[in-house]
């Protein structure tokens, strides 16, 4: 089943701070997080493996809570190259392979 | 630099005329993966490689096929495109299954006339 991203869409000014959540129905192995801008390939930004994981990456930070099969997606200081839509993608448990993506949130950053 | 390519970046076909798309890769990953995206939507699994093990959704189409035949290089075939069947085509690879990241190709957006 598809996860659920919070919000659809967020406008920013540049220097401001996001959160992107994302919430499954479903036991949860693994999440990823990619942006994508508009007429370009998903570029990956992290995977979180387990349970209560945190990891950053400049002003970009994720964490999983895997309790409540949750995770989120802190944007800090935003920045003009941070506008895109941003999916977070799930792995359930079980060696299959699939990646389930949720359906995206639109970031826009203005200065 | 190891990377992901897809060709051709941009194709129109006609309705039912079979269409093939390919991609490569340098990076000898074990795994690869199709996805159709259309526009607004999340990127959506049509059916991935575990090396030579071919994985089929349950929801992909059977107008849609794959080849795989080697490492480095994975096909997809449309055998009677629609109208609907326009999207963009994402192939991406990854070195396994589970707790690693997809590396994706720049995408063949195809055009059904």
């Known amino acids: 089943q598809q996860p659920v991203q919070s919000p659809q869409a967020v406008i920013l000014r540049e220097g401001e701070d996001a959160v992107i959540n994302c919430s499954s129905s479903?036991?949860?192995?693994?999440v990823h997080w990619y942006r994508q801008k508009h007429g370009e390939a998903p570029v990956f930004l992290m995977i979180?493996?387990?349970?209560?994981e945190q990891k950053g990456h400049e002003k970009i930070s994720a964490s999983f809570n895997e309790k409540k099969q949750q995770s989120s997606l802190y944007l800090t200081a935003s920045q003009l190259s941070y506008s895109g839509t941003y999916f977070c993608?799930?792995?359930?448990?079980?060696?299959?392979?699939?990646?389930?993506f949720g359906q995206g949130t639109t970031l826009q950053v203005k200065p | 630099d190891a990377m992901v390519i897809q060709n051709p970046r941009y194709q129109v076909t006609q309705f039912g005329k079979p269409v093939t798309l390919s991609c490569s890769q340098t990076l000898n990953h074990n795994v690869m993966y199709w996805y159709q995206q259309k526009s607004s939507q999340a990127p959506k699994l049509l059916f991935h490689y575990y090396d030579k093990d071919f994985n089929n959704e349950a929801d992909t189409p059977d107008n849609f096929q794959s080849r795989r035949p080697n490492t480095s290089f994975c096909f997809l075939d449309i055998r009677s495109p629609g109208l609907g069947d326009a999207a963009m085509y994402l192939c991406?690879?990854?070195?396994?299954?589970?707790?690693?990241?997809?590396?994706f190709g720049p995408g063949t957006r195809l055009t059904v006339t």
């Open positions: 479903k036991a949860l192995y693994s």
């Open positions: 993608g799930t792995h359930g448990s079980g060696n299959t392979g699939k990646l389930i």
């Open positions: 979180l493996l387990k349970g209560g």
């Open positions: 991406a690879t990854s070195r396994d299954r589970q707790g690693y990241e997809q590396y």
